[in-house]
């Protein structure tokens, strides 16, 4: 909620389609969707610091620093040939394996290189409970670049690793490695459209590319077999990855910071979403407090009387309610503020509803757009879709109380010249034609 990103083809949507209580939209600094995941129990900082030693990338990165002591190094900062085959007979290193291990201990500093020599850095050992799970944190992005350039040997292993870990991460208690093989397989098609025979192909090698990969990633550090059989993260890789995720602008709290929500009232909940201080992760942990009735009329009130930023955050907690809440909701059709919202609802989940017409969506596009002039943080813009002008010409018509600041908010923020234009001639005609009503 704390991004106020100007997702218009989100509106589009809702004009086009019988759509769902609208949530506000978020999107990752990267310009991709941010996702929400469940929340986490984290090992204290001092047991991972204890760890990271242990990992053995690390170990073998700290045993190549040690044994490279002060050596030349070639121009493109890596060890001699001699050397390197030397460093993987003497530390049993293997070859396929051995730069990975120089590039994590050069980037990390247990090695540093200057005027064509290396020498020996800090070892995680002297380190701070800090410095280390941040040296933990470098090893770790290290790893993960190297899937550009082919770390686990399998193109489409690494094209798909990042999801891949972040699938693991979402399930505490582990992934069958064949349902990871199916997902990254759907992945593939969906992303490349490679062909039946490729597929073909690509199924009856993957499984052993996997286990492969896996092998790599519990080498470093990253993932391990649980009890059944499964793979689930290490604690140092829940860690790891966390930090990845919070990076790429995807909402991935701890339990901790969850939990500090679950006791709010309703209004406090949403106005802690409206503020930004909480995200769409706070509210599994409230509804599983409250029963969905009790949960969706308390919702729905603050809503009837409320801001459009306020809908908008009640709308992304509803969406979260199934049936169980069908009454609350249903006594909402009756309110005018919320009435497009409760059909809308009611509608996508098989229930009967009242039909909305196209001014109806048009009115919950207006109502999307104002809940941006609520919500903390600046407002982005994304890009328009092409109907936008279209839609811009009929807000004036559907008696929004926040049309005209809406348009304002257009011509300000938009950065087309032609929806500009078109939002300052809609709020003249807005204008006009409150204070014909007035009159």
């Avoid at 992304?316 to 809308?344: F, T």
């Amino acid at each position: 909620m704390a991004n106020n990103v100007f997702d218009l083809a989100e509106l589009r949507k809702l004009i086009d389609e019988q759509a769902a209580v609208p949530r506000q939209p978020e999107k990752a600094p990267a310009d991709h969707e941010a996702l929400t995941f469940p929340p986490v129990v984290l090992a204290a900082d001092a047991e991972l610091a204890r760890m990271v030693p242990t990992v053995p990338l690390v170990a073998d990165a700290v045993r190549l620093a040690n044994w490279t002591g002060t050596r030349p190094v070639t121009a493109e900062g890596l060890l001699p040939a001699a050397d390197a085959e030397a460093a993987v007979k003497e530390l049993s290193v293997p070859a396929s394996r051995l730069r990975l291990v120089w590039i994590v201990a050069v980037n990390t500093g247990l090695l540093q290189i200057l005027r064509g020599s290396a020498s020996r850095g800090p070892l995680p050992a002297q380190l701070t409970v800090e410095a280390t799970l941040e040296f933990w944190d470098g090893v770790v992005m290290d790893v993960l670049d190297r899937a550009d350039e082919g770390l686990t040997g399998s193109a489409v292993v690494d094209g798909h690793l990042a999801e891949m870990l972040a699938t693991i991460y979402s399930v505490r208690s582990g992934v069958a490695i064949a349902n990871l093989a199916r997902g990254i397989l759907q992945s593939h098609e969906v992303a490349c459209a490679p062909g039946t025979p490729m597929m073909r192909r690509l199924a009856a090698s993957l499984p052993s590319e996997l286990l492969e990969a896996l092998s790599l990633l519990t080498y470093c550090g990253l993932v391990e077999q649980t009890a059944s059989g499964r793979t689930a993260l290490t604690p140092l890789g829940v860690w790891a990855i966390r930090r990845d995720l919070l990076r790429e602008g995807h909402d991935a709290p701890t339990a901790a910071e969850v939990q500090v929500f679950a006791d709010l009232s309703a209004a406090e909940l949403v106005e802690a979403l409206v503020r930004g201080t909480a995200t769409q992760s706070a509210v599994a942990g409230w509804l599983e407090r409250r029963a969905p009735e009790e949960a969706a009329a308390d919702l729905v009130g603050i809503a009837a009387s409320g801001t459009a930023g306020q809908r908008g955050a009640v709308g992304a907690i509803l969406e979260e309610l199934g049936p169980e809440a069908e009454a609350p909701v249903r006594e909402a059709l009756d309110l005018p503020l919320m009435r497009r919202y409760a059909a809308s609802w009611l509608h996508i989940r098989d229930l009967e509803a009242p039909t909305l017409s196209p001014d109806d969506h048009t009115w919950i596009a207006v109502d999307s757009l104002a809940a941006l002039m609520y919500l903390s943080g600046p407002l982005d813009t994304a890009e328009p879709p092409e109907d936008l002008i279209k839609l811009v010409d009929e807000m004036p018509a559907v008696g929004h109380p926040d049309t005209v600041a809406v348009l304002d908010m257009l011509a300000n923020a938009h950065d087309d010249q032609a929806v500009i234009k078109a939002a300052r001639k809609a709020a003249m005609k807005a204008r006009s034609l409150a204070h014909t009503k007035l009159g």
